[in-house]
């Protein structure tokens, strides 16, 4: 019987992972905004792809609005397998540095989106970047 726990240890696997905040959490948009010191609304106007890199995604996205800190008129963002965007798609960043991974929160974003019932949870992601920001489109 001492046997059994002793291949157990010599035989166990090892895991690993990793704990973010779900950024579909109706708190989440807060949470970004107070831990982030730059939030930005920017258009992704080039891309490339590079396996051989850790961030394997770099983008250069035109700044269309500064919600939160201050920043260039284009900004280069790095991210790893969990960024891929849409060439001329707008999305709102919550940027710590330039680099972004799973755990940033990165989302489609129009400030057309307030005047559109039939997309709640759009339209409730936009009315709480501007309740937080006091930005008026």
Same mark, same amino acid.
């Given at each position: 019987m001492?046997?059994?726990?002793?291949? /157990?240890?010599l %035989?166990?696997?090892?895991? %690993?992972? =990793?704990?973010?905040? &779900? $950024?579909?959490?109706?708190? #989440?948009?807060?949470?970004? =905004?107070n831990?982030r $010191?730059?939030?930005?609304?920017?258009?992704?106007? #080039?891309?490339?792809? &590079?396996?051989?890199?850790?961030?394997?995604?770099?983008?250069v996205?035109?700044?269309?609005?500064? /919600?939160?800190?201050?920043?260039?008129k284009?900004?280069s963002?790095?991210?790893d %397998?969990?960024?891929?965007?849409?060439m001329?798609?707008?999305?709102?960043?919550?940027?710590?540095?330039?680099?972004? &991974? %799973?755990? &940033?929160?990165?989302? $489609?974003?129009?400030? #057309?989106w /307030?005047?559109?019932?039939?997309?709640?949870?759009?339209r409730?992601?936009?009315?709480?970047?501007?309740?937080?920001s006091?930005?008026? $489109?």
């Amino acid at each position: 019987m001492k046997i059994i726990p002793i291949i /157990l240890l010599l %035989f166990s696997s090892a895991s %690993f992972g =990793w704990e973010c905040a &779900d $950024p579909r959490q109706p708190g #989440s948009i807060e949470e970004f =905004w107070n831990e982030r $010191p730059l939030v930005v609304v920017a258009q992704v106007i #080039s891309g490339k792809y &590079d396996q051989n890199s850790k961030e394997e995604y770099q983008y250069v996205v035109a700044v269309k609005h500064v /919600l939160k800190g201050s920043a260039e008129k284009s900004l280069s963002i790095q991210g790893d %397998f969990s960024l891929q965007l849409k060439m001329s798609e707008q999305y709102i960043f919550f940027v710590k540095n330039n680099k972004i &991974d %799973f755990c &940033d929160l990165v989302l $489609p974003f129009s400030y #057309s989106w /307030l005047e559109r019932p039939d997309i709640p949870v759009e339209r409730a992601r936009v009315e709480k970047v501007v309740e937080l920001s006091g930005y008026k $489109p």
